[in-house]
Each structure stands twice: as C-alpha cells, then as structure tokens.
C-alpha cells in the first residue's frame, strides 16, 4: 500500500521559523517534522511514498533523497498552488495504484493508533481518524455522524457550530479507496476557493462506500512557533538524557536535558538548560543564559542574554 503525504503547505502561523523552511521542514530534535510522521506510517509498514510538496523545496527532495535514516521510498509531485487537500491529493492521483493512505505533514499520532486505523480500514472500505475536541473547536474542524458501530454517515468541513452533527472530529489521517481519486474531480471549489477533500468523501458515503472512524485521544499538531516549543521539549523528555557535545567551552553549564545538533558554536560561561534545543549552525555569545527554548539555524545570540520561553530565530 502507499502514502501520500502533504507537505505543501508554507506554514504562515509558524512564521518566522518558516521563514526559511516549509512547515514539514521545521526541525524536531534533529529531524524535520515530516521525517517524524513518516516515521509513523514506516514502521506500520508503509513505505512507498508519494510526497506533494511547494515548488520551490529543494530541501525536503535533498532530505528524503539523500539523509533520512528511514527506509522509504518517495516520489514527488509538486503543488504549484495552494487550492486545498483535494486539488494536492488530485495532483499525486497518477502515481496512486490502489487504497492508499493519506497524511499531513504536521500532525503526528500515536504509532498505535495508526496501527488501529490500518486493521479498521482493512475491514471496511476505509476510515478516518478521530478525535473528540471541546464545542468551540469543532467549527475549525470536520465533525462526523457515525453510529453505534463506528461507521461514518456524514462529515461536515468547517460547519457553523449550531450545524456540527457532534463534537466528533476527523484529523488529517486517512486509509482510502482507491476510487477516491475519481471522486475528486467531481467536487468543485468550497465557499473559500479551495478543493474540499470533505466533499470527495462524502460522496463515497453517498455512493454506499463504509468508511469507519477510529478515536485517538491524543494528537501532536503543530501550527505555531510555540506549536514547535512543546513538542520539541516532549520529544526531548521522552528522550534518553538529550544530547550534547563533547567539548564544552570554559565556564559554561549545561543541565539536562538538553538537545545539540552537531555545529552549534557555544560561548563561554553560558549556563543551558533545562529543556533547550539548539539547531545545528546556531551560535551562542558569552555569558548566555537559556531556558526552556529553542535555538533554530543561522541565529545568533547575542553575548548576556537571557531567554526564557523563546524560539529564537536567525532573522
């Protein structure tokens, strides 16, 4: 079975960290964040990819061409403009040969439960990820009707709250038919201008199609820099003591945990951490104090400072 991963997507909330990068590039301990989702789908046993990405990312094609530690294979398809989840996934339809998987490249979810989704999928002609979200959420969202058993009759894009059918919600994770792709060209643009993958499967409902939903409780999605911050620094609790270098310059301290890619430049008589995660090529004058924050690539910090609760920047 193949993937088809959306990493389009410039990410503007997340400026400034985005500034420089697309959203699926935004590091997380190391590795960008779309390298975290893949991860997910490969190790369910996914690994053919088809990746739809902006024109202009020539680091996320280096990445997957030459870096990434995962063993995948991934084809690209460029999205020259931004019109929606239907009109990227229509563009990857070519190179889609049968049921297929669908994911966004910023919102990670438990590996158990993508495992659950694939078994229920497998069971009935697809299915959608779920998850309950508080009342006032659900217009931001695409709320589902289903039954007692879980099988989905409606789903609703960004409905007003007063017409939600429950506080149900679907995530960007999908196990589909391959007759979804037909649909796609069928649904004309929404009220907002874009192409409403909603639309496609709701008419594989209406067309008899049983789709089901699986509930996580639980999902990691990243939308802004602060987004960014905290996960960082739950993959960094979960991780065996961080990571540092071997040499440290004299006087400064270092309290994990703390994560360093290889070339980050450290001052002298800095004092880092707790919880920090400095990019590779980031640098640090002396007498720099840091907590809790991120440090990206090409920032410099300046001799002194303190920062607290921060993603600093190379702007």
């Not at 910023?106 to 999928?121: N, T």
């Not at 008899?208 to 996960?231: A, E, H, I, N, W």
């Not at 270098?245 to 290889?262: K, M, R, S, Y």
């Not at 400072?305 to 993603?311: A, F």
Request: overall charge negative; some cysteine.
């Amino acid at each position: 079975m193949q993937a088809v991963i959306l990493a389009a997507g410039r990410g503007t909330r997340l400026s400034p960290v985005t500034d420089d990068r697309s959203k699926a590039m935004v590091p997380v301990l190391g590795r960008p964040l779309v390298d975290r989702v893949v991860e997910t789908l490969a190790v369910n046993g996914l690994r053919d990819l088809v990746m739809v990405i902006g024109p202009d990312d020539d680091e996320i094609r280096r990445f997957f061409t030459s870096e990434t530690s995962l063993d995948v294979t991934v084809q690209f398809v460029v999205q020259e403009e931004r019109l929606g989840m239907a009109h990227a996934l229509g563009l990857a339809a070519p190179l889609i040969d049968g049921p297929f998987v669908l994911s966004a490249c910023d919102s990670l979810k438990p590996v158990e439960h993508v495992a659950a989704l694939f078994d229920a999928g497998s069971g009935a002609d697809g299915a959608l990820s779920l998850m309950d979200v508080s009342l006032e959420r659900v217009c931001l969202a695409a709320p589902v009707e289903m039954d007692e058993d879980c099988v989905i009759s409606r789903i609703v894009e960004k409905p007003r709250p007063e017409d939600a059918p429950s506080n149900t919600v679907s995530l960007p994770l999908y196990f589909l038919p391959n007759r979804t792709l037909a649909l796609l060209a069928e649904q004309g643009p929404s009220a907002r201008g874009e192409y409403e993958l909603q639309d496609a499967i709701q008419a594989l409902i209406d067309g008899g199609s049983r789709l089901v939903g699986v509930k996580t409780p639980s999902r990691l999605q990243v939308s802004t820099p602060g987004d960014l911050l905290d996960l960082n620094l739950r993959f960094l609790d979960e991780s065996t003591g961080g990571r540092v270098p071997e040499t440290i310059p004299d006087g400064t301290i270092i309290q994990g945990p703390v994560w360093i890619d290889d070339g980050v430049t450290l001052g002298s008589n800095c004092r880092i951490g707790p919880d920090v995660v400095l990019e590779s090529s980031c640098v640090l004058g002396d007498g720099v104090r840091i907590t809790r924050s991120m440090v990206l690539r090409h920032a410099l910090v300046p001799d002194g400072l303190e920062i607290e609760g921060q993603v600093v920047t190379g702007e």
